[in-house]
């Protein structure tokens, strides 16, 4: 398997334990009442979570380059915005359903709405996972998402700072 700081590999499939076990039950995201509840607040909102249903069942019989590109594509047209800004605090992981009635998050938020997407579009859970990487022109942690398509392989990359989805080895702005 690719090599990653065995720290940081530790730390995040823990953390992706964790996530998985606290969102399990985040599919579907809403419920009706949910719908017409936003819909009468955030017309928005409301078709935002429309569309991205829509958006998932046109990709689900696609192959499986076209659901990582199209997830990652489609979730990077949303807008960036830091923690700080949003939720008033340093750290804060948005759910799926956060992110898609917000409209905007950081790249946790991008990351695990990705990752939730890309397992109700069928791709198995061990071979997705949350990776801290170095963005080395600013110099600061980053977390994407690495799919690990075939073992020994550079795990593909889903960035909110990219629209394609690149090996990591391709990613020259990224270090692991």
């Known amino acids: 398997m690719y090599n990653f700081k065995k720290g940081n590999s530790i730390k995040l499939f823990i953390i992706l ?3 998985t076990n606290l969102f399990s039950d985040v ?32 990709m689900q019989n696609k192959s499986d380059n076209y659901k990582l ?6 979730f990077n047209q949303f807008l960036p915005e830091y923690d700080q800004v949003m939720q008033q605090e340093e750290d804060f992981w ?22 939730f997407s890309l397992l109700s579009l069928g791709f198995d859970e061990h071979k997705l996972f949350l990776t801290v990487v170095k963005e080395k022109f600013q110099g600061s ?3 994407v998402l690495s799919y690990f398509e ?7 990359i889903l960035d ?8 990591l080895e391709r ?3 990224l270090e692991a």
């Open 150 to 156: 075939k073992e020994n392989q550079s795990p593909k």
């Open 27 to 58: 599919y579907p995201i809403f419920t009706k009442e949910e719908l017409l509840i936003i819909g009468k607040k955030n017309y928005i909102t409301k078709n935002r979570i429309i569309d991205y249903k829509k958006s998932l069942k046109r």
């Open 160 to 167: 909110n700072l990219s629209i394609k989805v690149l090996s």
């Open 141 to 143: 942690s980053h977390m």
């Open 17 to 19: 334990l964790i996530i």
């Open 69 to 74: 590109q199209r997830t990652n594509f489609y």
């Open 94 to 115: 948005s759910t799926p359903k956060e992110f898609l009635t917000n409209g905007y998050g950081d790249c946790e938020d991008y990351v695990i709405i990705k990752y």
């Open 171 to 173: 990613r020259v702005d």
